[in-house]
Protein backbone atom coordinates (compact mmCIF):
# COMPACT_ATOMS: atom_id res chain seq x y z
CA UNK A 1 0.00 0.00 0.00
CA UNK A 2 1.72 3.26 -1.11
CA UNK A 3 2.17 6.18 1.87
CA UNK A 4 -1.18 8.43 1.43
CA UNK A 5 -0.08 12.25 2.72
CA UNK A 6 -2.77 15.00 2.90
CA UNK A 7 -0.25 16.70 0.95
CA UNK A 8 3.16 16.89 -0.83
CA UNK A 9 5.84 16.58 2.05
CA UNK A 10 9.36 16.96 0.43
CA UNK A 11 12.19 17.26 2.86
CA UNK A 12 15.80 18.27 1.56
CA UNK A 13 18.41 18.16 4.16
CA UNK A 14 22.23 19.54 3.46
CA UNK A 15 25.02 17.22 4.72
CA UNK A 16 27.32 19.21 6.44
CA UNK A 17 30.67 17.76 8.14
CA UNK A 18 30.54 18.26 10.96
CA UNK A 19 26.70 16.48 11.10
CA UNK A 20 28.60 13.70 9.65
CA UNK A 21 31.36 13.42 11.64
CA UNK A 22 31.26 10.54 13.97
CA UNK A 23 32.69 11.41 17.55
CA UNK A 24 35.12 8.85 18.82
CA UNK A 25 33.66 5.91 20.49
CA UNK A 26 30.29 6.52 18.79
CA UNK A 27 28.82 3.43 17.42
CA UNK A 28 28.00 3.02 13.57
CA UNK A 29 24.69 3.93 12.12
CA UNK A 30 22.24 1.31 11.63
CA UNK A 31 20.04 1.03 9.11
CA UNK A 32 16.51 2.21 10.13
CA UNK A 33 15.03 -1.18 8.79
CA UNK A 34 17.00 -3.49 11.06
CA UNK A 35 15.16 -1.80 13.92
CA UNK A 36 11.64 -2.21 12.67
CA UNK A 37 11.76 -4.88 10.23
CA UNK A 38 9.60 -8.55 11.23
CA UNK A 39 11.89 -10.54 13.61
CA UNK A 40 13.42 -13.66 12.10
CA UNK A 41 10.95 -15.89 14.03
CA UNK A 42 8.77 -15.21 17.19
CA UNK A 43 5.78 -16.65 19.03
CA UNK A 44 6.81 -19.91 19.67
CA UNK A 45 4.49 -22.36 20.93
CA UNK A 46 4.70 -26.18 21.46
CA UNK A 47 1.76 -28.47 20.61
CA UNK A 48 -0.12 -30.18 24.03
CA UNK A 49 1.38 -33.70 23.46
CA UNK A 50 5.07 -31.92 22.83
CA UNK A 51 5.25 -33.42 19.23
CA UNK A 52 5.57 -30.13 17.55
CA UNK A 53 6.77 -26.72 17.47
CA UNK A 54 4.82 -23.92 16.03
CA UNK A 55 6.16 -20.11 15.38
CA UNK A 56 5.76 -16.97 13.09
CA UNK A 57 7.71 -15.65 10.69
CA UNK A 58 7.41 -13.50 7.50
CA UNK A 59 6.05 -14.61 4.76
CA UNK A 60 5.63 -12.40 1.78
CA UNK A 61 5.98 -9.12 4.23
CA UNK A 62 3.38 -11.01 7.05
CA UNK A 63 3.71 -12.93 9.97
CA UNK A 64 2.46 -16.24 9.39
CA UNK A 65 1.83 -19.17 11.19
CA UNK A 66 4.44 -22.29 10.64
CA UNK A 67 4.81 -26.09 12.14
CA UNK A 68 7.81 -28.52 12.72
CA UNK A 69 7.58 -32.08 14.04
CA UNK A 70 10.33 -31.63 16.79
CA UNK A 71 13.39 -33.69 15.42
CA UNK A 72 12.39 -33.44 11.72
CA UNK A 73 13.48 -31.29 9.47
CA UNK A 74 10.37 -30.45 7.15
CA UNK A 75 8.52 -26.78 7.59
CA UNK A 76 4.85 -26.34 6.77
CA UNK A 77 3.43 -23.13 6.47
CA UNK A 78 -0.12 -23.44 7.97
CA UNK A 79 -1.42 -19.50 6.83
CA UNK A 80 -0.66 -17.36 4.17
CA UNK A 81 -2.44 -13.68 4.97
CA UNK A 82 -0.61 -11.43 2.88
CA UNK A 83 -2.96 -8.18 3.60
CA UNK A 84 -1.95 -8.11 7.48
CA UNK A 85 -0.20 -10.12 10.18
CA UNK A 86 -1.23 -12.86 11.71
CA UNK A 87 -2.43 -11.10 14.95
CA UNK A 88 -2.03 -14.11 17.10
CA UNK A 89 -2.51 -17.85 17.49
CA UNK A 90 -2.94 -21.08 19.95
CA UNK A 91 -3.16 -24.80 19.99
CA UNK A 92 -6.29 -26.23 20.49
CA UNK A 93 -5.26 -30.03 20.80
CA UNK A 94 -2.54 -31.37 19.34
CA UNK A 95 -4.28 -31.20 15.78
CA UNK A 96 -5.66 -27.99 14.94
CA UNK A 97 -4.83 -23.97 15.25
CA UNK A 98 -6.73 -21.08 16.02
CA UNK A 99 -5.26 -17.94 15.06
CA UNK A 100 -7.07 -14.16 14.90
CA UNK A 101 -6.97 -11.31 12.08
CA UNK A 102 -8.87 -8.58 11.82
CA UNK A 103 -9.20 -6.17 8.41
CA UNK A 104 -6.78 -3.17 8.06
CA UNK A 105 -6.75 -2.30 11.75
CA UNK A 106 -10.09 -2.22 12.78
CA UNK A 107 -9.82 -4.52 15.54
CA UNK A 108 -12.69 -6.47 14.50
CA UNK A 109 -11.03 -9.74 14.86
CA UNK A 110 -11.98 -12.96 13.37
CA UNK A 111 -11.20 -16.47 14.73
CA UNK A 112 -10.08 -18.73 12.20
CA UNK A 113 -8.72 -22.58 12.42
CA UNK A 114 -6.68 -24.87 10.60
CA UNK A 115 -4.77 -28.15 10.55
CA UNK A 116 -1.10 -28.56 12.23
CA UNK A 117 -0.67 -30.23 7.86
CA UNK A 118 -2.39 -26.81 6.33
CA UNK A 119 -5.70 -28.15 5.76
CA UNK A 120 -8.95 -27.62 6.72
CA UNK A 121 -9.07 -23.95 7.25
CA UNK A 122 -11.78 -22.94 8.63
CA UNK A 123 -13.43 -19.08 8.98
CA UNK A 124 -14.85 -20.04 12.87
CA UNK A 125 -16.48 -16.34 12.90
CA UNK A 126 -17.62 -14.78 9.46
CA UNK A 127 -19.46 -11.70 10.49
CA UNK A 128 -18.70 -7.84 9.31
CA UNK A 129 -17.89 -5.73 12.14
CA UNK A 130 -18.06 -8.61 14.98
CA UNK A 131 -15.35 -8.14 17.11
CA UNK A 132 -14.26 -12.13 18.42
CA UNK A 133 -12.50 -13.64 21.68
CA UNK A 134 -11.83 -16.59 23.34
CA UNK A 135 -13.34 -17.24 27.06
CA UNK A 136 -12.20 -20.21 27.68
CA UNK A 137 -10.35 -23.05 24.83
CA UNK A 138 -11.30 -25.64 26.84
CA UNK A 139 -7.90 -27.61 26.76
CA UNK A 140 -9.73 -31.12 27.70
CA UNK A 141 -12.50 -30.94 25.11
CA UNK A 142 -10.55 -31.46 21.71
CA UNK A 143 -13.62 -30.23 19.55
CA UNK A 144 -14.78 -27.10 21.57
CA UNK A 145 -14.10 -23.88 22.92
CA UNK A 146 -16.08 -20.97 24.50
CA UNK A 147 -15.74 -17.21 22.46
CA UNK A 148 -17.52 -14.05 22.84
CA UNK A 149 -19.16 -12.20 19.81
CA UNK A 150 -20.34 -9.03 19.80
CA UNK A 151 -22.93 -10.27 17.03
CA UNK A 152 -26.38 -9.13 19.21
CA UNK A 153 -25.27 -5.54 19.88
CA UNK A 154 -21.79 -3.84 19.01
CA UNK A 155 -21.41 -2.65 23.09
CA UNK A 156 -21.65 -6.35 24.72
CA UNK A 157 -20.61 -9.92 24.20
CA UNK A 158 -22.41 -12.84 24.71
CA UNK A 159 -21.02 -16.25 25.06
CA UNK A 160 -21.01 -18.80 22.46
CA UNK A 161 -20.02 -22.82 22.26
CA UNK A 162 -18.16 -23.46 19.25
CA UNK A 163 -16.93 -26.59 17.49
CA UNK A 164 -13.52 -25.31 15.93
CA UNK A 165 -13.75 -28.07 12.90
CA UNK A 166 -17.13 -27.30 11.62
CA UNK A 167 -17.58 -23.73 12.81
CA UNK A 168 -21.15 -24.40 14.38
CA UNK A 169 -22.05 -22.51 17.50
CA UNK A 170 -24.72 -22.36 20.19
CA UNK A 171 -25.37 -19.20 22.49
CA UNK A 172 -24.87 -20.60 26.29
CA UNK A 173 -24.91 -17.09 27.75
CA UNK A 174 -26.30 -13.60 26.75
CA UNK A 175 -25.12 -10.35 28.11
CA UNK A 176 -28.23 -8.60 29.69
CA UNK A 177 -26.45 -5.07 28.62
CA UNK A 178 -24.12 -4.89 31.85
CA UNK A 179 -21.38 -7.37 31.84
CA UNK A 180 -17.97 -6.65 31.02
CA UNK A 181 -16.01 -10.43 31.49
CA UNK A 182 -16.79 -13.52 31.54
CA UNK A 183 -14.56 -16.55 33.44
CA UNK A 184 -14.95 -20.24 33.89
CA UNK A 185 -13.48 -22.63 36.53
CA UNK A 186 -11.15 -25.30 35.96
CA UNK A 187 -13.63 -27.81 34.47
CA UNK A 188 -14.74 -24.92 31.58
CA UNK A 189 -17.92 -23.95 33.53
CA UNK A 190 -18.74 -20.50 33.15
CA UNK A 191 -19.73 -19.43 36.53
CA UNK A 192 -18.20 -15.67 37.21
CA UNK A 193 -19.60 -12.38 35.33
CA UNK A 194 -17.89 -8.81 35.66
CA UNK A 195 -20.25 -6.36 35.66
CA UNK A 196 -20.62 -2.65 35.71
CA UNK A 197 -23.15 0.24 35.64
CA UNK A 198 -20.39 2.93 34.36
CA UNK A 199 -18.88 3.36 38.12
CA UNK A 200 -19.47 0.26 39.90
CA UNK A 201 -17.77 -2.69 38.81
CA UNK A 202 -19.46 -6.02 40.03
CA UNK A 203 -18.91 -9.56 40.23
CA UNK A 204 -21.66 -12.32 39.51
CA UNK A 205 -21.12 -15.62 40.98
CA UNK A 206 -23.39 -19.11 40.10
CA UNK A 207 -22.76 -22.60 41.45
CA UNK A 208 -22.94 -24.17 38.39
CA UNK A 209 -23.88 -23.15 34.43
CA UNK A 210 -27.61 -24.09 35.40
CA UNK A 211 -27.59 -21.83 38.03
CA UNK A 212 -28.96 -17.77 37.46
CA UNK A 213 -25.90 -15.64 38.64
CA UNK A 214 -26.09 -13.53 41.53
CA UNK A 215 -24.14 -11.03 42.56
CA UNK A 216 -21.37 -11.67 45.03
CA UNK A 217 -20.07 -8.04 45.74
CA UNK A 218 -19.96 -4.64 43.75
CA UNK A 219 -17.16 -1.92 44.01
CA UNK A 220 -16.35 1.01 42.74
CA UNK A 221 -14.71 1.26 39.89
CA UNK A 222 -11.65 3.05 41.88
CA UNK A 223 -11.55 -0.03 44.08
CA UNK A 224 -10.12 -3.12 42.62
CA UNK A 225 -11.49 -6.42 43.54
CA UNK A 226 -10.96 -9.05 40.18
CA UNK A 227 -10.59 -12.68 39.48
CA UNK A 228 -7.46 -14.47 38.37
CA UNK A 229 -8.97 -17.64 38.18
CA UNK A 230 -10.47 -20.52 40.60
CA UNK A 231 -8.97 -22.22 43.76
CA UNK A 232 -8.00 -25.93 42.20
CA UNK A 233 -11.48 -27.53 43.96
CA UNK A 234 -13.49 -24.72 41.83
CA UNK A 235 -15.01 -23.54 45.39
CA UNK A 236 -12.94 -20.12 45.99
CA UNK A 237 -11.33 -17.90 44.04
CA UNK A 238 -7.93 -15.86 43.80
CA UNK A 239 -8.42 -12.54 42.94
CA UNK A 240 -6.28 -9.27 42.61
CA UNK A 241 -6.95 -6.73 45.35
CA UNK A 242 -6.55 -3.74 46.72
CA UNK A 243 -9.32 -3.23 48.97
CA UNK A 244 -8.51 -1.56 52.07
CA UNK A 245 -4.93 -1.38 50.53
CA UNK A 246 -2.97 1.03 48.17
CA UNK A 247 -0.93 -1.75 46.20
CA UNK A 248 -3.20 -4.82 44.41
CA UNK A 249 -2.65 -8.30 46.10
CA UNK A 250 -3.20 -11.82 45.38
CA UNK A 251 -5.58 -12.89 47.65
CA UNK A 252 -7.83 -15.91 48.33
CA UNK A 253 -11.40 -15.16 48.18
CA UNK A 254 -14.08 -17.17 50.26
CA UNK A 255 -17.06 -16.97 47.82
CA UNK A 256 -19.59 -18.40 50.75
CA UNK A 257 -18.68 -16.25 53.14
CA UNK A 258 -18.31 -13.32 50.64
CA UNK A 259 -14.70 -12.22 52.14
CA UNK A 260 -10.71 -11.93 51.53
CA UNK A 261 -9.85 -15.54 53.40
CA UNK A 262 -6.00 -15.00 53.21
CA UNK A 263 -2.85 -12.46 51.16
CA UNK A 264 -1.18 -15.37 49.09
CA UNK A 265 1.46 -12.48 47.81
CA UNK A 266 1.72 -8.72 48.72
CA UNK A 267 4.95 -5.80 47.62
CA UNK A 268 4.52 -2.88 49.77
CA UNK A 269 5.77 -0.55 46.41
CA UNK A 270 4.33 -2.14 43.53
CA UNK A 271 1.17 -3.83 42.27
CA UNK A 272 1.17 -7.17 42.50
CA UNK A 273 -1.49 -8.85 39.72
CA UNK A 274 0.37 -12.12 38.08
CA UNK A 275 -0.27 -14.89 39.34
CA UNK A 276 1.49 -18.28 38.14
CA UNK A 277 0.16 -22.40 38.56
CA UNK A 278 0.65 -25.80 37.27
CA UNK A 279 -2.69 -27.19 35.32
CA UNK A 280 -1.15 -30.48 35.74
CA UNK A 281 0.33 -30.61 39.20
CA UNK A 282 -2.67 -28.13 40.73
CA UNK A 283 -0.36 -26.16 42.56
CA UNK A 284 0.73 -22.09 42.39
CA UNK A 285 4.23 -21.68 41.60
CA UNK A 286 4.59 -18.40 42.12
CA UNK A 287 3.89 -14.25 41.26
CA UNK A 288 5.70 -12.34 39.23
CA UNK A 289 5.38 -8.22 39.32
CA UNK A 290 7.06 -4.85 37.40
CA UNK A 291 9.56 -2.80 39.63
CA UNK A 292 11.86 -1.22 37.44
CA UNK A 293 11.97 -4.51 35.60
CA UNK A 294 9.80 -8.05 35.89
CA UNK A 295 10.50 -9.62 39.15
CA UNK A 296 9.66 -13.14 39.97
CA UNK A 297 8.76 -14.45 43.62
CA UNK A 298 8.56 -18.28 42.90
CA UNK A 299 6.70 -20.65 45.84
CA UNK A 300 6.74 -23.77 44.67
CA UNK A 301 10.17 -26.12 45.32
CA UNK A 302 9.77 -28.11 41.66
CA UNK A 303 9.39 -24.79 39.74
CA UNK A 304 12.33 -23.19 41.70
CA UNK A 305 14.49 -25.88 40.62
CA UNK A 306 13.46 -25.44 37.24
CA UNK A 307 13.68 -21.81 37.41
CA UNK A 308 17.56 -22.09 39.24
CA UNK A 309 18.78 -23.96 36.47
CA UNK A 310 17.71 -21.65 33.83
CA UNK A 311 18.79 -18.86 35.66
CA UNK A 312 22.54 -20.88 35.83
CA UNK A 313 22.38 -21.40 31.78
CA UNK A 314 21.14 -18.25 30.56
CA UNK A 315 23.49 -15.83 32.45
CA UNK A 316 23.13 -11.98 31.81
CA UNK A 317 19.63 -12.42 30.15
CA UNK A 318 16.49 -11.87 31.62
CA UNK A 319 13.62 -14.96 30.41
CA UNK A 320 10.08 -16.03 31.06
CA UNK A 321 8.86 -19.19 30.27
CA UNK A 322 6.35 -18.89 27.35
CA UNK A 323 4.79 -22.05 26.76
CA UNK A 324 5.09 -26.25 27.57
CA UNK A 325 3.25 -29.05 26.73
CA UNK A 326 0.28 -30.73 28.62
CA UNK A 327 3.11 -33.03 30.81
CA UNK A 328 4.68 -29.33 31.68
CA UNK A 329 8.16 -31.76 31.19
CA UNK A 330 8.86 -29.93 28.20
CA UNK A 331 9.03 -25.79 28.06
CA UNK A 332 9.55 -22.62 25.51
CA UNK A 333 11.91 -20.08 27.19
CA UNK A 334 12.28 -16.64 25.98
CA UNK A 335 15.39 -14.65 26.69
CA UNK A 336 15.20 -10.64 26.55
CA UNK A 337 17.35 -7.48 27.99
CA UNK A 338 17.18 -3.93 27.42
CA UNK A 339 20.02 -4.18 24.35
CA UNK A 340 18.52 -7.52 22.87
CA UNK A 341 15.37 -8.84 21.46
CA UNK A 342 16.58 -12.81 22.98
CA UNK A 343 16.29 -15.49 21.79
CA UNK A 344 13.55 -18.64 22.11
CA UNK A 345 15.12 -21.95 23.79
CA UNK A 346 13.31 -25.43 24.09
CA UNK A 347 14.33 -26.92 27.73
CA UNK A 348 14.05 -30.77 28.32
CA UNK A 349 12.85 -30.25 32.26
CA UNK A 350 13.52 -34.49 33.11
CA UNK A 351 17.16 -33.82 31.29
CA UNK A 352 17.72 -30.34 32.40
CA UNK A 353 18.82 -29.65 28.17
CA UNK A 354 18.12 -26.27 27.24
CA UNK A 355 18.51 -25.97 23.39
CA UNK A 356 18.62 -22.75 21.54
CA UNK A 357 15.85 -22.54 19.00
CA UNK A 358 16.16 -18.97 17.04
CA UNK A 359 17.87 -15.59 17.78
CA UNK A 360 15.13 -13.12 16.98
CA UNK A 361 16.79 -10.33 15.48
CA UNK A 362 20.58 -11.55 15.01
CA UNK A 363 20.98 -8.35 12.90
CA UNK A 364 21.40 -6.29 15.53
CA UNK A 365 24.28 -6.75 17.85
CA UNK A 366 24.37 -6.02 21.16
CA UNK A 367 27.67 -4.29 21.48
CA UNK A 368 26.03 -1.76 19.47
CA UNK A 369 22.83 -1.18 21.33
CA UNK A 370 23.18 1.40 24.67
CA UNK A 371 21.67 0.87 28.38
CA UNK A 372 18.06 1.67 29.54
CA UNK A 373 18.56 3.19 32.49
CA UNK A 374 15.84 3.36 35.52
CA UNK A 375 15.52 6.81 36.56
CA UNK A 376 13.33 8.78 39.47
CA UNK A 377 12.71 11.99 39.85
CA UNK A 378 10.39 14.72 42.02
CA UNK A 379 7.74 16.45 40.69
CA UNK A 380 6.74 20.16 41.67
CA UNK A 381 4.11 19.07 44.05
CA UNK A 382 6.49 16.53 45.59
CA UNK A 383 5.69 13.31 43.75
CA UNK A 384 8.38 10.68 43.46
CA UNK A 385 8.30 9.90 39.23
CA UNK A 386 9.61 6.48 37.67
CA UNK A 387 11.03 6.71 34.33
CA UNK A 388 14.03 5.25 32.22
CA UNK A 389 16.57 7.42 30.65
CA UNK A 390 18.68 5.85 26.77
CA UNK A 391 21.80 7.34 26.64
CA UNK A 392 22.92 7.44 23.08
CA UNK A 393 26.13 5.13 23.10
CA UNK A 394 30.01 6.01 22.97
CA UNK A 395 29.21 9.86 23.66
CA UNK A 396 29.01 12.02 26.81
CA UNK A 397 25.95 12.90 28.19
CA UNK A 398 25.87 16.32 28.34
CA UNK A 399 24.15 19.17 26.09
CA UNK A 400 22.56 16.27 23.74
CA UNK A 401 19.40 16.15 21.41
CA UNK A 402 16.58 14.51 23.65
CA UNK A 403 13.36 12.91 22.56
CA UNK A 404 10.89 12.98 25.38
CA UNK A 405 8.27 9.91 24.89
CA UNK A 406 5.49 9.81 26.90
CA UNK A 407 3.58 6.54 26.88
CA UNK A 408 0.40 5.70 25.72
CA UNK A 409 -2.68 4.50 27.99
CA UNK A 410 -2.80 6.73 29.97
CA UNK A 411 -3.28 3.85 32.55
CA UNK A 412 -0.62 2.03 31.25
CA UNK A 413 3.18 1.90 32.05
CA UNK A 414 6.87 1.96 30.55
CA UNK A 415 8.59 -1.01 31.43
CA UNK A 416 12.34 -2.22 31.17
CA UNK A 417 13.29 -4.44 27.96
CA UNK A 418 14.24 -3.99 24.46
CA UNK A 419 12.66 -1.14 22.29
CA UNK A 420 13.30 -0.37 18.87
CA UNK A 421 12.16 2.67 19.05
CA UNK A 422 14.54 3.56 22.03
CA UNK A 423 17.53 2.02 20.28
CA UNK A 424 17.14 3.69 17.28
CA UNK A 425 16.38 7.41 18.34
CA UNK A 426 20.06 6.72 20.50
CA UNK A 427 21.40 5.51 17.65
CA UNK A 428 20.36 8.28 15.39
CA UNK A 429 22.11 10.44 18.90
CA UNK A 430 19.36 11.14 20.99
CA UNK A 431 19.24 10.99 24.42
CA UNK A 432 15.22 9.14 25.01
CA UNK A 433 13.23 10.03 28.39
CA UNK A 434 10.01 8.05 29.26
CA UNK A 435 8.23 8.33 32.48
CA UNK A 436 5.47 6.90 34.36
CA UNK A 437 3.71 9.77 34.98
CA UNK A 438 1.00 10.03 37.39
CA UNK A 439 -2.11 7.74 36.63
CA UNK A 440 0.46 5.12 35.69
CA UNK A 441 -0.23 1.72 36.41
CA UNK A 442 2.00 -0.43 39.04
CA UNK A 443 2.37 2.43 41.49
CA UNK A 444 -0.88 1.88 43.62
CA UNK A 445 -4.72 3.12 43.95
CA UNK A 446 -3.46 6.91 44.63
CA UNK A 447 -0.66 7.10 42.63
CA UNK A 448 -3.35 6.07 39.56
CA UNK A 449 -6.04 8.54 40.91
CA UNK A 450 -3.65 11.34 41.02
CA UNK A 451 -4.45 11.34 37.32
CA UNK A 452 -8.40 12.02 37.35
CA UNK A 453 -9.10 14.89 35.58
CA UNK A 454 -5.44 15.51 34.41
CA UNK A 455 -5.25 15.91 31.29
CA UNK A 456 -3.17 18.65 30.07
CA UNK A 457 -2.78 19.77 33.57
CA UNK A 458 -0.85 17.72 36.48
CA UNK A 459 -0.44 14.97 34.19
CA UNK A 460 1.79 16.78 31.76
CA UNK A 461 3.46 19.21 34.57
CA UNK A 462 4.84 15.84 35.17
CA UNK A 463 6.47 15.45 31.65
CA UNK A 464 7.48 18.87 31.94
CA UNK A 465 9.04 18.29 34.99
CA UNK A 466 11.20 15.42 33.71
CA UNK A 467 12.11 17.42 30.62
CA UNK A 468 13.16 20.63 33.57
CA UNK A 469 15.20 17.67 35.56
CA UNK A 470 17.06 16.92 32.13
CA UNK A 471 18.19 20.46 31.29
CA UNK A 472 19.16 21.05 35.09
CA UNK A 473 21.34 17.76 34.84
CA UNK A 474 22.97 19.40 31.99
CA UNK A 475 22.63 16.40 30.22
CA UNK A 476 19.68 18.03 27.64
CA UNK A 477 20.59 20.72 25.19
CA UNK A 478 17.52 22.97 26.26
CA UNK A 479 18.03 24.50 22.39
CA UNK A 480 17.13 20.87 21.19
CA UNK A 481 14.40 19.07 22.66
CA UNK A 482 11.61 16.90 20.97
CA UNK A 483 8.59 15.21 21.99
CA UNK A 484 7.36 11.97 20.84
CA UNK A 485 4.45 9.68 21.59
CA UNK A 486 1.55 7.91 20.39
CA UNK A 487 -1.94 7.25 21.65
CA UNK A 488 -2.30 8.98 24.63
CA UNK A 489 1.23 9.92 24.24
CA UNK A 490 0.14 12.16 21.03
CA UNK A 491 -1.91 13.34 22.89
CA UNK A 492 0.87 14.72 25.72
CA UNK A 493 3.35 15.42 22.46
CA UNK A 494 0.20 17.84 21.15
CA UNK A 495 0.04 18.95 24.63
CA UNK A 496 3.31 19.65 25.28
CA UNK A 497 4.17 21.64 21.98
CA UNK A 498 0.65 23.85 23.01
CA UNK A 499 0.58 24.68 27.11
CA UNK A 500 4.29 24.60 27.19
CA UNK A 501 5.24 26.22 23.80
CA UNK A 502 8.74 27.15 24.47
CA UNK A 503 9.94 23.76 26.20
CA UNK A 504 10.15 21.72 22.60
CA UNK A 505 11.63 22.22 19.58
CA UNK A 506 9.43 20.15 17.62
CA UNK A 507 7.02 17.08 17.97
CA UNK A 508 6.34 13.88 16.51
CA UNK A 509 2.21 12.70 16.99
CA UNK A 510 1.17 9.33 16.33
CA UNK A 511 -2.09 8.36 16.52
CA UNK A 512 -3.09 11.04 19.07
CA UNK A 513 -6.23 12.70 20.78
CA UNK A 514 -6.36 16.77 19.84
CA UNK A 515 -10.15 16.98 20.75
CA UNK A 516 -11.69 15.47 24.17
CA UNK A 517 -15.22 15.60 23.01
CA UNK A 518 -14.81 14.00 19.71
CA UNK A 519 -12.45 11.21 21.66
CA UNK A 520 -15.27 10.25 23.83
CA UNK A 521 -17.64 10.64 21.66
CA UNK A 522 -16.38 8.44 19.13
CA UNK A 523 -15.14 5.48 21.43
CA UNK A 524 -15.52 2.13 19.79
CA UNK A 525 -18.78 0.50 20.91
CA UNK A 526 -17.57 -2.13 23.41
CA UNK A 527 -16.37 0.78 25.09
CA UNK A 528 -19.84 2.10 26.10
CA UNK A 529 -20.51 0.22 29.42
CA UNK A 530 -17.26 2.62 30.67
CA UNK A 531 -18.56 6.01 29.12
CA UNK A 532 -19.09 7.14 32.83
CA UNK A 533 -16.20 5.89 34.34
CA UNK A 534 -14.37 7.74 31.68
CA UNK A 535 -16.07 10.95 32.59
CA UNK A 536 -14.76 10.68 35.85
CA UNK A 537 -11.30 9.90 34.83
CA UNK A 538 -10.93 12.34 31.86
CA UNK A 539 -14.26 14.59 32.38
CA UNK A 540 -17.35 15.14 31.37
CA UNK A 541 -18.35 17.04 27.97
CA UNK A 542 -21.05 19.07 29.97
CA UNK A 543 -20.12 19.17 33.64
CA UNK A 544 -16.46 19.58 32.62
CA UNK A 545 -16.94 21.48 29.32
CA UNK A 546 -14.59 24.60 30.26
CA UNK A 547 -11.85 22.07 31.74
CA UNK A 548 -11.85 19.83 28.57
CA UNK A 549 -11.85 22.53 26.45
CA UNK A 550 -8.94 24.18 28.03
CA UNK A 551 -6.67 20.47 27.77
CA UNK A 552 -7.58 20.36 24.06
CA UNK A 553 -4.85 21.40 22.39
CA UNK A 554 -7.20 21.70 19.04
CA UNK A 555 -8.23 24.65 20.41
CA UNK A 556 -5.21 26.40 21.63
CA UNK A 557 -2.97 25.91 18.17
CA UNK A 558 -1.93 29.56 18.37
CA UNK A 559 0.34 29.11 21.03
CA UNK A 560 2.34 26.22 18.86
CA UNK A 561 5.46 27.79 17.96
CA UNK A 562 7.65 24.55 16.43
CA UNK A 563 7.23 22.31 14.02
CA UNK A 564 4.86 19.05 14.33
CA UNK A 565 5.03 15.59 12.48
CA UNK A 566 1.01 14.33 12.32
CA UNK A 567 1.17 10.04 11.49
CA UNK A 568 -2.69 8.31 11.53
CA UNK A 569 -4.06 4.85 11.00
CA UNK A 570 -7.66 5.42 8.54
CA UNK A 571 -9.64 2.59 10.58
CA UNK A 572 -8.50 3.30 14.18
CA UNK A 573 -11.24 2.73 15.93
CA UNK A 574 -9.74 4.36 19.45
CA UNK A 575 -8.73 7.44 18.34
CA UNK A 576 -10.44 8.21 15.37
CA UNK A 577 -8.65 9.79 12.24
CA UNK A 578 -11.23 12.58 12.67
CA UNK A 579 -8.65 13.28 15.79
CA UNK A 580 -5.78 14.11 13.41
CA UNK A 581 -7.57 15.71 10.53
CA UNK A 582 -9.21 18.50 13.01
CA UNK A 583 -5.25 19.20 14.18
CA UNK A 584 -4.21 19.25 11.02
CA UNK A 585 -7.22 21.40 9.52
CA UNK A 586 -6.18 23.79 12.69
CA UNK A 587 -2.50 23.97 11.87
CA UNK A 588 -3.19 24.71 7.93
CA UNK A 589 -5.62 27.35 9.13
CA UNK A 590 -2.87 28.94 10.89
CA UNK A 591 -0.70 28.76 7.97
CA UNK A 592 1.44 25.60 9.34
CA UNK A 593 2.29 23.32 6.85
CA UNK A 594 2.37 20.24 8.57
CA UNK A 595 3.25 16.80 7.41
CA UNK A 596 0.47 14.49 7.71
CA UNK A 597 0.61 10.71 6.95
CA UNK A 598 -2.39 8.74 6.78
CA UNK A 599 -2.42 5.18 6.19
CA UNK A 600 -5.55 3.34 4.60
CA UNK A 601 -4.68 -0.03 6.23
CA UNK A 602 -4.15 0.51 9.53
CA UNK A 603 -5.81 1.41 12.85
CA UNK A 604 -4.25 2.33 16.25
CA UNK A 605 -0.83 2.08 15.49
CA UNK A 606 1.20 0.89 12.02
CA UNK A 607 1.53 -3.07 11.98
CA UNK A 608 2.39 -3.65 8.40
CA UNK A 609 6.51 -3.75 8.02
CA UNK A 610 6.00 -1.29 5.38
CA UNK A 611 3.88 1.19 7.15
CA UNK A 612 6.52 1.03 9.89
CA UNK A 613 9.53 1.60 7.87
CA UNK A 614 7.55 5.14 5.88
CA UNK A 615 6.73 5.98 9.61
CA UNK A 616 9.29 6.20 10.93
CA UNK A 617 11.89 6.75 8.02
CA UNK A 618 9.73 10.05 7.87
CA UNK A 619 10.37 10.76 11.71
CA UNK A 620 14.23 9.97 11.29
CA UNK A 621 14.58 12.61 9.11
CA UNK A 622 11.99 15.09 11.01
CA UNK A 623 14.22 14.86 14.16
CA UNK A 624 17.33 15.41 11.78
CA UNK A 625 16.23 18.35 10.36
CA UNK A 626 14.83 19.65 14.09
CA UNK A 627 16.90 18.60 16.31
CA UNK A 628 20.38 17.74 14.54
CA UNK A 629 21.11 14.11 15.98
CA UNK A 630 22.60 11.52 13.08
CA UNK A 631 20.79 10.56 9.82
CA UNK A 632 21.84 6.99 7.90
CA UNK A 633 20.33 7.81 4.75
CA UNK A 634 18.29 10.82 2.30
CA UNK A 635 14.92 9.61 1.51
CA UNK A 636 12.33 12.09 -0.34
CA UNK A 637 8.92 11.41 1.32
CA UNK A 638 6.32 12.40 -1.04
CA UNK A 639 2.90 11.82 -2.36
Known amino acids: ?87 GYFWKGNDRIIYVQDTKGDENFRLYAVDKDGKNQKDLTPFEKVRAGVVDDLKDIPDEMLIQ ?142 SWKNEYEIFDDQAKEVYNDLESKLKGYEFAVTGNNKEEDKLLVRTYSDK ?71 WARDSWGFNPELQFLANRGYAVLQMNFRGSTGYGKDFWMKSFKEWGKKMQDDITDGVNWLIEEKIADPERIGIYGGSYGGYATLAGVTFTPDLYTCGVDYVGVANLFTFMNSIPPYWE ?10 GHPQKDSLDLYAASPVFHVDNIKVPLLIAQGANDPRVNKNESDQMVAALQKKGIDVPYMVKDNEGHGFRNEENRFDFYGAMEQFFFKHLGGRMAEIEEIKE
Open 529 to 538: PYREMLYEMV
Open 340 to 410: SLGAYYFYDVNKKDLRKLIDVSPWLKEENMTDQKPITYKTRDGLTIHGYLTLPKGVDAKNLPVVVHPHGGP
Open 149 to 290: LNKRNPQIFDVYRINVNTGEMSQIAENPGNITGWITDHSGKLRVALTTDGVNTGILYRNKEEDTFKELITTNFKETLYPVFFTFDNKDLYMISNIERDKTAIVEYDIAANKEKKVIYENPEFDVSNLMYSEKRKVLIGVSFL
Open 1 to 87: MKLLLAFSFLLVVFLTPDLLAQPKGEVPLIPMKDFFKNPEKRSYSISPDGEYLSWMQPWETRMNVFVQKIGEDEVIQVTFATERDIA
